[in-house]
């Protein structure tokens, strides 16, 4: 299965009223509704920009664990630095809606069993790609300052590559979300607008296949990204699942051979700004036959790399302080698409009644993280 792409070239070359805009705006908003996730091609995608990006973070978590935990942060909830393995919890786990998810999907559609899994043998590393407010933030640990790796092989490329490639992935995913706005009937800069201030993370994960090969190991457990939209580029192994809510089938996430393309997923700060017309994409991460392959290959090719799967992910965030409630127009046609569908043909919605409580964004956040062991309960 095919996910819809998005052309943000269209988008940006033409004026707004014109007839291929507004279509490519639909378009864009009917893909992340039916879909929860697209393909977006964007000409300024450098490949050259990723595959150095990509460098560096095999080169930093290549790096012992005793220099690495120097870069963490637990006192923000991991917002900044990096998170080492097994410290996130996949919150699926013990989520009873989400449990109820995995039941309604049919068995040969299900994720990898994460009922007994343990924390994910995941690391990751945030890199804050936010403008800092005119006014004191409420969440200060949701907007702390940036950590720069201290290894002086490292040190200098470190902000360089991290801020080129980040700038890239946040231009790419902000004119998206202008496109869903337009496409979802809204004014142009809603969502933009919204996450002005957002604390915006460039959010490579990195899973050592030296350690983690065996197939059907899961580095990522089954679960939906907190944030509002996220976007990955190209990663070198295989192994990203995502889950189509109009289908509930299971789509192993595969880019074009040729092309600039980013994947774009619904995060749940998009859902309950919708009021449930767009829901929050499931994925996880696997050693599938595929990841053992590109393994073998590299192993061949490339002997003195590590073997490290690095994702190239952005999550894109509202502003913490912004006041997170749906917005009228959407909230009613969800409900009417509830009332139409009657949850059939469907095996990702349920007839659960979800409630999108009025909330600030920073709060919201803070929840998510204390559900995967990120953030300490009160």
Not at 48 to 70: A, G
Not at 169 to 190: I, N, R
Not at 232 to 246: F, K
Not at 314 to 320: D, E, N, Q, T, V
Request: hydrophobic fraction near 35%; proline fraction near 7%; aromatic fraction near 8%.
């Amino acid at each position: 299965m095919l996910l819809p792409i998005i052309d943000l070239d269209i988008y940006r070359s033409q004026p707004l009223d014109s007839p291929v805009v507004i279509s490519e705006c639909n378009k864009a908003a009917d893909a992340l509704i039916i879909y929860g996730a697209l393909l977006l091609q964007d000409s300024r995608v450098s490949e050259h920009d990723n595959t150095t990006f990509l460098d560096l973070l095999e080169d930093y978590f290549s790096q012992p664990t005793v220099v690495l935990k120097k870069d963490e942060h637990p006192e923000v909830g991991y917002q900044v630095g990096v998170t080492l393995e097994n410290t996130e919890k996949p919150k699926c786990a013990v989520d009873e809606p989400c449990l109820r998810v995995i039941a309604r999907l049919d068995p040969d559609q299900r994720p990898l069993d994460i009922t007994a899994h343990q924390p994910d043998p995941k690391c990751r590393f945030f890199w804050r790609m936010s403008d800092i407010p005119p006014y004191e933030t409420k969440f200060p640990a949701l907007n702390a300052s940036n950590v720069v790796p201290q290894a002086e092989t490292l040190r200098d490329r470190w902000a360089p590559t991290m801020d080129k490639w980040g700038s890239a992935m946040k231009s790419a995913v902000e004119g998206l979300a202008q496109m869903a706005a337009v496409g979802l009937g809204l004014p142009q800069e809603t969502f933009t607008d919204a996450g002005k201030y957002g604390p915006h993370l460039l959010a490579p994960t990195a899973s050592d296949l030296a350690k983690y090969n065996k197939k059907d190991t899961i580095l990522a457990g089954f679960h939906t990204d907190l944030n509002f939209l996220t976007i990955h580029g190209r990663s070198r192994y295989p192994g990203l699942h995502i889950w189509a809510r109009n289908s509930g089938k299971r789509i192993l996430v595969q880019f074009p051979p040729t092309g600039r393309y980013l994947l774009v997923q619904a995060g749940k700060q998009l859902e309950h700004l919708s009021g449930g017309l767009i829901k929050a994409g499931y994925h996880e991460v696997v050693v599938n036959d595929a990841t053992v392959a590109t393994i073998q290959r590299r192993k061949t090719e490339l002997p003195d790399r590590p073997l490290i799967r690095i994702s190239s992910t952005f999550f894109w965030h509202l502003s913490s302080d912004y006041d997170l409630a749906p917005i009228a127009s959407l909230a009613e046609r969800s409900r009417d698409a509830g009332v139409q569908s009657n949850y059939k043909g469907s095996s990702i919605d349920g007839p659960e009644d979800t409630v999108y409580e009025p909330m600030k964004v920073g709060q919201q956040v803070q929840s998510e993280l204390k559900h995967i062991a990120l953030m300490a309960q009160n």
